[in-house]
């Protein structure tokens, strides 16, 4: 299994990027798909997912970033995206993408995704 994620790159804040993670050795549509986001000296955390077909695709978002990120699947290309807009500088982070069968109650553990993608780096100035 492997999920390859792309799209990050300097930003001004209050622009937008658009972020993909292109799935192989697994189908999305049948594993919840989250994103996940680590910025210098924090913890991991949650940002957004969208649980499996089976699951009915609920998503679920992060306070911090609802109303501004947008998590989609495509099922034809594999693939996962976050739609990010309004970005701020507090967005600035390294963004992980991640997959897992957990039941809906651990969607937005971390813990709770068995395969992650290597990261892609999200910058935002001021």
């Known amino acids: 299994v492997q999920l390859q994620a792309s799209g990050g790159g300097l930003v001004q804040a209050g622009g937008s990027l658009r972020l993909s993670c292109a799935a192989s050795?697994?189908?999305?549509?049948?594993?919840?798909l989250g994103w996940f986001r680590q910025a210098p000296g924090k913890e991991r955390e949650f940002v957004a997912t969208v649980a499996s077909s089976s699951r009915s695709g609920v998503t679920r978002y992060a306070d911090s970033v609802k109303g501004r990120f947008t998590i989609s699947r495509d099922n034809s290309q594999n693939t996962v995206y976050l739609q990010m807009n309004s970005l701020k500088p507090e967005d600035t982070a390294v963004y992980y993408c991640?997959?897992?069968?957990?039941?809906?109650?651990?969607?937005?553990?971390?813990?709770?995704?068995?395969?992650w993608g290597q990261g892609t780096l999200v910058t935002v100035s001021s």
């Open positions: 991640a997959a897992g069968s957990q039941i809906l109650s651990a969607i937005a553990m971390s813990s709770a995704y068995r395969h």
């Open positions: 050795g697994l189908t999305v549509r049948n594993y919840n």
